[in-house]
């Protein structure tokens, strides 16, 4: 699955996740106790390992 920073913080917030702050290019991203942190960086895919990470912890994989 290739994903680019926009469309993961699309995915995220589709799914109750709340944009709380951003830090240059960094969002974070906060869902009851839990914390992410969403590089978006223009149309550039988030690498696979990365995103595989973030879903994984946001509960979506």
């Known amino acids: ?3 680019n ?7 995220l917030k589709n799914n109750g996740w709340q944009e709380v702050r951003i ?7 906060r869902k009851d106790n ?3 942190i969403v590089p978006v960086h223009g149309s ?3 690498k696979k390992g990365l995103l ?4 994984k912890e ?3 994989k």
């Open 44 to 46: 550039k895919s988030v």
């Open 23 to 29: 830090e240059g290019s960094h969002h974070v991203m």
């Open 52 to 55: 595989n990470a973030i879903l």
């Open 58 to 60: 946001a509960g979506l």
């Open 34 to 36: 839990q914390t992410l």
């Open 1 to 3: 699955m290739d994903m």
């Open 5 to 11: 920073g926009k469309e993961l913080l699309k995915l």
